[in-house]
């Protein structure tokens, strides 16, 4: 009787097809990686962004309310006049 076994070639070509499919796999696997990594970036940096534009209003909008910004002028005082004069350099306040 006489069995027939597979041939070192089908081994070897089965091998090599595993191989490729674990390679594959791992590109793939990879690639997802990097792309849920910059997506998560992305998110960051646009949470990050919508932060600071929030705080610039807030700070903008609820900042001292009623505080006078002049400063107050004495009554027993005229009220200062300031000479300008262009130079060179810019204007100069005298």
Known sequence: MMTHTASSSARFQLAGAVSGAIS?????????????????????TAI???????????MRFAGRRGVRRTAPQRPDEQPMTLDARRT??????E
């Open 48 to 58: 990050a962004g919508v932060l600071l534009a929030a705080a610039a209003l807030v």
């Open 88 to 93: 060179p350099r810019g204007w100069t306040v």
């Open 24 to 44: 594959l796999a791992a590109q793939l696997c990879i690639g997802l990686l990097l792309v849920l990594f910059a997506g998560m970036l992305a998110l960051m």
